[in-house]
């Protein structure tokens, strides 16, 4: 049991750093969204939507990234189920 343990605090840790490397991608995305969408107005159109919309889908794909990678840890640390390709 010992090694089970060990091995399921070695998991957290390694799912935990990818819970935050998920976050800081996905803030970072949506800062740049924030700014694209501020930008538009000096940008002309359509270049300044194209802009935006291309920052929103970023933004968009890190935040379901980052929700994946929490809803892997949620289920490791709350119900011990091991992650894929554990």
Not at 31 to 50: H, T, Y
Request: charged share 30%; glycine share 4%.
């Amino acid at each position: 049991m010992a090694l089970y343990d060990s091995h399921r605090q070695l998991l957290e840790v390694l799912w935990r750093q990818r819970v935050q490397n998920e976050l800081h991608r996905y803030r970072e995305a949506r800062e740049v969204c924030q700014k694209s969408l501020s930008d538009r107005g000096d940008i002309p159109s359509p270049d300044g939507s194209f802009a935006f919309q291309r920052a929103l889908r970023a933004e968009t794909a890190a935040l379901k990234a980052y929700m994946r990678v929490l809803e892997i840890f949620n289920a490791l640390v709350v119900h011990g189920k091991m992650p894929p390709d554990a």
